[in-house]
Every structure is written in structure tokens, then in C-alpha cells.
């Protein structure tokens, strides 16, 4: 069974780069029939997609973050990784990875237990 | 993005049966499916219901799915302590290529 596990520093000074990376475990990031998503969860506030990474290399990101997102992914070690430049304490938040069903009906099947990052000034 | 609205809680005893809606519009819930995620802090958030109403394999049957013109709600029958978490509403927006996530609703357990 698919595992996802999210590792990062869990505390970044503003205006640096949070970088997170995503450990799929039980099965292979290589397959047309996912893609890979980050998700997050500030304190207090509900769930945000920040953007996902598709089989063919495309990705898509929230157009509503303020920080710029990169997502990209390391298929050697089976991982995929998030990046947010020039973060503020907004981007403090629990942040998830999460598996996604491609196709007509598209939903975020596999989670990670998801990280905490505090963004200081 | 569009906006799909929950109640911010709803509570309910042992063995009792509560609903959670999801309201939108006609351009978002009437366009697409809704899924539902159930979110316990420090664990992973699990997909409960899939298209409106379908449930993977795993999910217990005391939570179903169901969609009615511009609303969308979650059922969840004999009401267990362990279902004391926070629920999403969210459908895939062909416009952002993504995921828009309802505003949340924490079910309580007497």
C-alpha cells in the first residue's frame, strides 16, 4: 500500500525559500495514472491546494499564493518536492502531499501525515 | 475561485446520524463532483467519498454521499467517537487545473 511521508525544515526565516520534499513508499511516482499534489493548512484555516505535478513534467499551481510555488520531482528516489520563495508568516502551516487519481474524475487518494513549518521574522 | 460553503460545526450523540452541506452554484457543485475528506490533526487526511457518492474501498459504509442541485452533503450514520474531526467538501476546478477545498466543518461527539 502507497505511503506518502513529507520532510522538511520545520522553520525558515522570511524571505528564504521552504523547501519540502515528498517520500512515496509501496509503489512507484512514475505513472501516468497520478499526480502529485501539495496541500496546506494554516493555523486556524482549512485546507489549500498549492499546486500539482503531473506523468508528462506539467504543473499547475494556486494562482492565489502569494509566494511562488516550484514543484518538481526526483523519480531516482522516488520523491517529489515543493518550493515556495520569498515566504511570510502567512506561509506558516501544516503542509500535506497528497496522491492523485488523473483523469475525468480527479481526487487526492493518498496522504502524507503532513509537516509543520513556521515561517519567523 | 469559486466558494463552497459548509457549517462551520455540527455535533451530534453516540449512534445519531448527522449531515454536513456543501453549498455552491450551479458553476462549480452543479459542474463537477464533490469529494469529502475527513482531517484528524497530526494524522494524514483521508478521502471518505469520491463523484458525489462513491466510497473507496476501506471507507466504512456509515458515510455516504449525496448531491442535489447546488448542494452537496455528507451523511454519516451511527455517529462513533472516532469520527470527531474536521470535515472538507472540494471539487476539481478545470480552470485552475485543481482542487477547491469547502470552508470546513469540525464534527463534534456529545
Known amino acids: 500500500q502507497m505511503q506518502l511521508q513529507e520532510s522538511g525544515p520545520g522553520l525558515v526565516k522570511a524571505s528564504e525559500t521552504l523547501s519540502l520534499t515528498c517520500t512515496v513508499s509501496?509503489?512507484?511516482?512514475?505513472?501516468?495514472?497520478?499526480?502529485w499534489a501539495w496541500i496546506r493548512q494554516s493555523p486556524g484555516k482549512g485546507l489549500e491546494w498549492i499546486g500539482s505535478?503531473?506523468?508528462?513534467?506539467?504543473?499547475y499551481y494556486n494562482p492565489s499564493l502569494k509566494s511562488p510555488a516550484t514543484i518538481s520531482a526526483d523519480t531516482s528516489k522516488n520523491q517529489f518536492s515543493l518550493k515556495l520563495s520569498s515566504v511570510t508568516a502567512a506561509d506558516t502551516a501544516v503542509y500535506y502531499c497528497?496522491?492523485?487519481?488523473?483523469?475525468?474524475?480527479?481526487?487526492?487518494?493518498?496522504w502524507g501525515k503532513g509537516t509543520t513549518v513556521t515561517v519567523s521574522s | 475561485q469559486s466558494v463552497l460553503t459548509q457549517p462551520p460545526s455540527v455535533s451530534g450523540a453516540p449512534g445519531q446520524r448527522v449531515t454536513i452541506s456543501c453549498s455552491g452554484d450551479s458553476s462549480n457543485i452543479g459542474s463537477s463532483g464533490i469529494d469529502w475528506y475527513q482531517n484528524l490533526p497530526g494524522t494524514a487526511p483521508k478521502l471518505l467519498i469520491y463523484s458525489d457518492s462513491q466510497r473507496p474501498s476501506g471507507v466504512p459504509d456509515r458515510f455516504s454521499g449525496s448531491k442535489s442541485g447546488t448542494s452537496a452533503s455528507l451523511a454519516i450514520s451511527g455517529l462513533q467517537s472516532e469520527d470527531e474531526a474536521d470535515y472538507y467538501c472540494a471539487r476539481w476546478e478545470d480552470s485552475l487545473n485543481g482542487h477547491v477545498f469547502g470552508t470546513g466543518t469540525k464534527v463534534t461527539v456529545l
Open positions: 497528497a496522491r492523485g487519481r488523473a483523469g475525468f474524475l480527479a481526487y487526492m487518494d493518498v
Open positions: 505535478l503531473y506523468y508528462t513534467g506539467v504543473t
Open positions: 509501496g509503489g512507484s511516482s512514475r505513472s501516468s495514472s497520478f499526480y
